[in-house]
Structure formats: structure tokens, C-alpha cells
Nanobody
Framework: QVQLVESGGGLVQAGGSLRLSCAAS????????MGWFRQAPGKEREFVAV????????YYKDSVKGRFTISRDNAKNTVYLQMNSLKPEDTADYYC?????????????????WGQGTQVTVSS
């Protein structure tokens, strides 16, 4: 298993930006596809973005395409989520997750390791 710790959340005005980071420890980071999910109050946890082991493949939730960018630095064992043009509806707890099986995925059950989350609040 890999241990994940998110950081970078906070309060930002609509239209602003935040960069989330997720630091991994444990087994080889580059052997995991990495994803970001979010959970708003009273709602189910939902997929936001995923990046392949090498970083060559990336997929996004439709509503964040063009605004969010997922990236990774395998030398630093870290995955990032750059969030621009934030909207109040982006308010949620954001979680990073690791997937050990080959390929990318967008379902919660496809990821075996999770961080504790970081809160993002976007004010209007």
C-alpha cells in the first residue's frame, strides 16, 4: 500500500486558483496511476481527474476540463491538481487516490489507497 497526504486546500474567491498536492510514501510511486476525487457536503464522492503511471494519459470530469490540470512528478513522489477559474460549485473535500492495476480509471472502487482529503472552499 501507498500512503497519501494531500495539501494545498483553502478558501478562494470565484475565479481564483489553487494548486493541490498529494505526497506519496511507501511502495514505488511510479507504479501507480493517480486520481483526484471530490466530495461536496451531502453528495457522493465523484471523480475529478486521473493520470497514468508515466503521466502520458490524463482524463478529466467534463465540468473541470479546461480549468483543472493534473500532473505528477515521479522523482518527488507527488501528484498535483492545478485548479483555475474556480467556481462555487467546486467547493468540496478533495482526495487523491492511487491505483495499482494497469491503466487509468474513474471509479472509486478502482483505487485502493486514499488520502485524508483537503478542503477547498470557493466563495461567490
Amino acid at each position: 500500500q501507498v500512503q497519501l497526504v494531500e495539501s494545498g486546500g483553502g478558501l478562494v474567491q470565484a475565479g481564483g486558483s489553487l494548486r493541490l498536492s498529494c505526497a506519496a510514501s511507501g511502495r514505488t510511486f511510479s507504479s501507480y496511476a493517480m486520481g483526484w476525487f471530490r466530495q461536496a457536503p451531502g453528495k457522493e464522492r465523484e471523480f475529478v481527474a486521473v493520470i497514468s503511471r508515466s503521466g502520458g494519459s490524463k482524463y478529466y470530469k467534463d465540468s473541470v476540463k479546461g480549468r483543472f490540470t493534473i500532473s505528477r512528478d515521479n522523482a518527488k513522489n507527488t501528484v498535483y491538481l492545478q485548479m483555475n477559474s474556480l467556481k462555487p460549485e467546486d467547493t468540496a473535500d478533495y482526495y487523491c487516490a492511487a491505483r495499482s492495476n494497469p491503466g487509468v480509471a474513474d471509479r472509486r472502487e478502482d483505487f485502493g489507497s486514499w488520502g485524508q482529503g483537503t478542503q477547498v472552499t470557493v466563495s461567490s
